[in-house]
């Protein structure tokens, strides 16, 4: 009898492991869910057979709360708790703005500081596909506007560095690379799932990742994914950038991923995402530049989140 009940006893813990997992957003109204992110970017370009690296770290808390849940989407109030941007750039300058810094006279901190706590919205769904990011213009515009004192020309490069790292393809993106990871089944443990993903941002790229779902324990996922980057056929006209008509062809790299997704909303607790991208950049023809050049770059970029 005994070893019948043992029998028993093994066979149903191993058909509960054996389960197959929803692994999927699972957000309830008026939640707020929290995403602290802290990204470091090198970039590397050779112009001319002259080495230029530009050192990047953006920091950043943000607070999302659902307001409305419709279909199989969430409808999601943000807002930036805490910002910071510290850049390293070629000429030796060092730039260090950060929304903590209450030094009267740091006047990039007060107008990092005039953004925090200033609602958007941001649509995602179940999926982790990100659908829309919307009212991020406003705040800026607002920025602009609250500080009569700031130049103009400091506004403008204010604003410019701003929509680069904060602005609505930043954000779009940023959670895209987070959240955009889900399958679109069931799964087991061991099992691996394909998610094909498009960024659009300043350097469009197409990514084709392939996800293991690696362990779980009583209250956690862990996912692993390695990722294959590829050239974005589909933007091949020139872009004004830094004032210069820009774009980018044999865009190539890879990423890898490691996620800890709360069991119940699949919401991340932690995540160490890894990008290296390579490619040219062709600037066209123009009176600063005349007949155009080319030059190749690299983009290394770690960026770690949590929700604590």
Request: hydrophobic share 40%; glycine share 6%; charged share 20%.
């Amino acid at each position: 009898m005994k070893i019948k009940l043992t029998l028993l006893l093994l066979l149903s813990c191993t058909i509960g492991f054996a389960q197959k997992q929803t692994i999927a957003l699972n957000l309830q109204k008026d939640s707020t869910y929290y995403m602290n992110s802290n990204t470091s970017v090198t970039i590397t370009q050779d112009i001319a057979g002259a080495k230029q690296v530009i050192s990047t770290i953006i920091s950043g808390r943000v607070s999302n709360k659902v307001i409305s849940i419709k279909d199989s989407l969430y409808e999601m109030e943000v807002q930036f708790k805490s910002l910071g941007l510290h850049l390293d750039l070629p000429n030796g300058r060092v730039l260090d703005f950060n929304s903590t810094n209450k030094e009267k006279q740091n006047v990039f901190a007060k107008l990092l500081n005039s953004l925090l706590d200033k609602p958007f919205s941001l649509t995602i769904a179940q999926s982790g596909r990100v659908v829309s990011v919307k009212g991020i213009d406003k705040i800026f515009y607002g920025m602009m506007t609250a500080f009569p004192e700031v130049s103009e020309q400091q506004k403008l490069q204010f604003m410019k560095q701003m929509e680069q790292s904060f602005g609505e393809k930043a954000i779009k993106e940023r959670f895209q690379s987070s959240f955009a990871i889900f399958p679109s089944t069931k799964v087991n443990l061991g099992d691996k799932w394909v998610v094909n993903t498009v960024m659009k941002s300043a350097i469009p790229f197409n990514i084709s990742a392939t996800y293991t779902f690696k362990n779980m324990d009583s209250d956690a996922y862990f996912i692993h994914g390695d990722a294959i980057i590829t050239d974005s056929k589909k933007d091949v006209d020139y872009h004004e950038i830094k004032g210069l008509p820009m774009r980018y062809t044999n865009v190539q790299g890879n990423v890898t991923v490691d996620l800890k997704l709360d069991k119940k909303t699949c919401w991340i607790r932690e995540a160490k995402i890894t990008r290296l991208v390579k490619g040219m950049v062709l600037i066209k023809d123009n009176p600063k530049v005349p007949g155009g050049t080319s030059f190749p770059m690299m983009i290394i970029a770690d960026m770690t989140v949590d929700n604590k």
